[in-house]
């Protein structure tokens, strides 16, 4: 381990290696996984490294019409793949049976070769699926597609393009449906990511068993403020896809992924910063919506009101178990820290005091190293304008370990508390902590949450070369 110490008047930081995030990627029974999709990731070479997966494709085998959902960037330097997959999902109204992704370049502000590109990655895709009853006029793209890496370049159009092909019938084909195929897709996303960003679960709706996979990567250009595309309320280098085999309406898919985002993608950072790419896809091919032999409607808010709320409490908490990987995975991070601002006037007022708090460089430093500088959690704080005035006096500030033991206060209603070093010490030199900041609003106020990580050297070291 590199022992380089950084010296500044009396004090000295000692750098510290970037703990393995390999635990955090474990083999999944293929029983958990959805059914009625196939997937796989291929090297087409995007990416320099030999035999690097850089291409992955998703495709929905249902008989069923298949609802999807999107949430992108905010940005106003939207990538291609961003644009084409808005106006795919608008003509389709929320239907799609297929996605694309590249890793290793990001086919971001590449002008009308970009969009072009876009449009061919989509329609390649597109004849890989196989005829079925999406109602869709057969010159409309089933396909939406996403890129991630380097901007202001363009992509090796023609061997991602043949990558794709060779996933027809045929000697070089790998599509499947077991943990190996999802896993290669998993991977087709990775740039700078440790490890692969895969998750699945099952849950019941109305006596019916349904399930829920999907993957993201990330570990830097993360703080994505993602939307609905522009045909209805969607929020997203972050990239992820979920896919489930309930049925689930067009409307009321984009409706549940809208409010889940908010609470988990919109609500993670790495770096403070929003990337041209942010895109999260939701596909619900309806595959497993039987019950008794009979082919079950699809679940609609307005219908089904009590359904819909138990699918968009499930696809909210698998979305925060997938967000939560990527800050874990953050470049050159050591700390995972949870910050939960509680007693404020509003959801959206502690939103965004945890997001200042999240991003705050001198935050983020003072986590690397281990100081715990509470002072400037509050000057984060108090930066943030609220609904109604902020009462100082009422303010508190604690260090919570993840371990389980005591909570350390710091500040409590304003007033600063004799704070034990030695024990502060122990709780920030955890790998996870949860700083808490308490506006004390009183038992009807709104809490909200972030995940950010530390700034690190290493952090510096990997964004300094990216491009080499």
């Known amino acids: 381990m590199s ?20 635990h955090h990627h474990q083999p999944i029974p293929v029983s ?37 959902a999107a949430c992108f960037t905010r940005n106003a330097f939207k990538a291609a793949p961003v644009i084409i997959s808005e106006k795919i999902l608008g003509e389709n109204v929320g239907r799609a049976r297929a996605v694309v992704v590249n890793s290793g370049c990001a086919n971001a502000v590449t002008g009308a070769q970009g969009i072009e590109d876009a449009w061919a990655m989509a329609k390649e895709t597109d004849a890989l699926l196989s005829p079925n009853s999406s109602g869709l006029p057969p010159t409309t793209s089933q396909t939406l597609v996403m890129s991630t890496g380097v901007i202001g370049q363009n992509l090796p159009i023609s061997k991602i393009l043949s990558a794709i092909r060779s996933q027809r019938d045929g000697s070089q084909q790998t599509l499947g449906n077991d943990f190996n195929a ?33 993957m993201d990567k990330g570990a830097g250009m993360i703080h994505p403020d993602m939307g609905p595309p522009a045909l209805g309320p969607l929020h997203a280098t972050l990239l992820g896809c979920i896919m489930t085999d309930a049925a689930i309406s067009p409307r009321s898919l984009q409706r549940a992924l809208t409010y889940a985002v908010e609470r988990s993608f919109n609500s993670i950072s790495v770096d403070g910063d929003m990337s041209t790419n942010d895109t999260i896809l939701l596909l619900a091919n309806g595959a497993a919506a039987e019950k008794d032999g009979v082919k079950l409607k699809e679940i609609d808010e307005g219908t089904d009101r009590e359904a819909f709320e138990v699918f968009k409490r499930e696809l909210t908490d698998f979305t925060i178990d997938l ?53 400037r959690v509050l000057a984060a704080t108090g930066s943030v304008p609220l609904s109604s005035p902020l009462h100082a006096n009422k303010v508190s500030v604690t260090f919570v370990p993840s371990d389980g033991s005591i909570p350390l206060p710091v500040l409590i209603n304003g007033e600063p508390e004799k704070v034990d070093e030695a024990r502060a ?17 009183g038992e009807t106020a709104e809490a909200a949450q972030y995940w950010t990580c530390d700034f690190s050297y290493e952090y510096v070291r990997i964004n300094g070369d990216y491009r080499s």
């Open 182 to 214: 999802w896993e290669r897709a998993a991977k087709a996303f990775m740039t700078t990511d440790t490890f692969p960003k895969l998750r699945a679960r099952k849950f019941n709706i109305n006596g019916v068993e349904y399930r829920m996979a999907g």
């Open 323 to 375: 967000a939560k990987l990527v800050v874990r995975d953050g470049e050159g991070a050591t700390k995972f820290v949870t910050v939960t601002v509680k007693g404020a006037p509003t959801y959206e007022d502690a939103h965004r005091i945890a997001s200042r708090i999240s991003t705050s460089a001198l935050v983020k430093t003072a986590l690397y190293g281990e100081d715990a500088n509470w002072g």
């Open 3 to 22: 022992r380089l110490v950084f010296k500044r008047y009396s004090s000295t930081i000692t750098t510290k290696s970037t703990p393995s995030k390999a």
């Open 32 to 68: 958990s996984f959805p059914s009625g999709y196939l997937l796989t990731g291929v090297h087409a070479g995007v990416k320099k490294k030999a035999g690097a997966l850089d291409v992955g494709v998703i495709l929905s085998t249902s008989e069923r019409p298949t609802s999807a």
């Open 425 to 441: 010490s122990e709780i920030l030199s955890l790998e996870d902590f949860e700083i808490l900041v308490d506006l004390g609003g």
